[in-house]
C-alpha cells in the first residue's frame, strides 16, 4: 500500500508518501486543477490519501475521487497529533498525516455530494450579502443619528421611510454617504434578490424541503440550510447522534472536581 499525506495550501500542497517498505518521499504540488489532475494519473488501487478538510480540500476531494484509490478527508480537530506537535512544518504535517493514514488512525471528515456542497457555497454567500446589507442600514442610521434626526417611520428601508430619505436635509458630506449607501443597498438588494430565486428555484425540486417546512418556523431557505448541513440522514446511526452533530445536545467535560 502507498499512503500519501497532503497538506494543502492556497497557492501549493506539501506531501509525503510512504510506500511499501516505509520509505518516504516527499513533494509539492501547486493548487491548480491541471496539476492536481497529473497528480490524480499517479494514483492506483493500493493507494490511500489523506488531507485535512480546508476550504479548497473539497473540490481537490472531487478531482482525486474519480481515479482509482481511496481519498480520506481527515477532520482537523481532531487530528490532534498536529496541532500539538513542538516542531510545526508543512512538510512534516504532511508526513504525520501519512503515517496516521498508514495507522489507520484518521478521524474522517464527511464529504458533501457535489450538489451540497454548491447549495452550500450559494446559502454562504446570501449571509455575506444580507451582512452587507445590514452594515449598509447602519451607516445610514449612523449618518441620521450624528446630526439628531429621527426618522417618524418604523421602516426607515420601506416605500416611505425611502421617500424620508430622500428629502431629510443633511450635511452635503452625510448626505454623500447616504446616497451612496442607498445606492449600494439597491445593488445588493437586487442582487439578493436573483440569488433567492435561484435557491427557490432549487428547492422546488427537493422533497425534502416541504417536509421540513412541515416544522413550524422552518422557512424555504432554513430549509436548504438544513438540508446541505446535514446531508444524507442516513449516515447517522439515531435520531440522537443527528441531534449531537447539530449541536442541540449539551455536553459534558468532566476532570477530578471539575464539571463543565
Not at 506537535?85 to 498525516?97: F, P
Request: with cysteine; aromatic share 6%.
Amino acid at each position: 500500500m502507498r499512503f500519501i499525506g497532503l497538506d494543502v495550501h492556497q497557492k501549493y500542497a506539501e506531501g509525503c508518501e510512504i510506500g511499501p517498505n516505509k520509505q518516504k518521499r516527499r513533494f509539492r504540488i501547486a493548487n491548480t486543477r491541471e496539476s492536481w489532475e497529473e497528480f490524480a494519473k499517479t494514483l492506483d488501487p493500493n493507494t490511500r490519501v489523506v488531507m485535512e478538510a480546508t476550504s479548497n480540500a473539497f473540490w481537490i476531494h472531487d478531482i482525486l475521487s474519480d481515479y482509482p484509490g481511496q481519498v480520506v478527508v481527515a477532520n482537523p480537530l481532531k487530528t490532534r497529533a498536529i496541532a500539538e506537535a513542538r516542531v510545526k512544518t508543512d512538510a512534516l504535517d504532511a508526513q504525520i498525516l501519512a503515517q496516521l493514514l498508514a495507522a489507520d488512525f484518521i478521524p474522517e471528515s464527511w464529504v458533501p455530494s457535489k450538489e451540497e456542497y454548491q447549495l452550500r457555497i450559494l446559502l454562504n454567500h446570501r449571509i455575506r450579502l444580507a451582512k452587507i446589507r445590514t452594515m449598509l442600514k447602519n451607516k445610514i442610521h449612523a449618518a441620521l443619528i450624528r446630526n439628531g434626526i429621527q426618522s417618524p417611520w418604523s421602516d426607515l428601508f420601506g416605500v416611505n421611510g425611502r421617500k424620508y430619505l430622500e428629502k431629510v436635509s443633511l450635511p452635503e458630506t452625510e448626505q454623500i454617504v447616504v446616497c451612496s449607501s442607498l445606492k449600494l443597498l439597491d445593488f445588493v438588494q437586487q442582487e439578493m434578490n436573483s440569488l433567492e430565486g435561484d435557491l427557490f428555484a432549487r428547492a422546488r425540486t427537493n422533497p425534502n424541503v416541504p417536509l421540513l417546512m412541515g416544522i413550524p418556523g422552518i422557512s424555504v431557505l432554513s430549509a436548504l440550510t438544513i438540508l446541505a448541513e446535514i446531508g444524507d440522514i442516513n449516515r447517522f446511526q439515531s435520531p440522537k447522534k443527528l441531534a449531537c452533530y447539530a449541536g442541540l445536545v449539551p455536553s459534558v467535560h468532566q476532570s477530578g472536581k471539575t464539571r463543565l
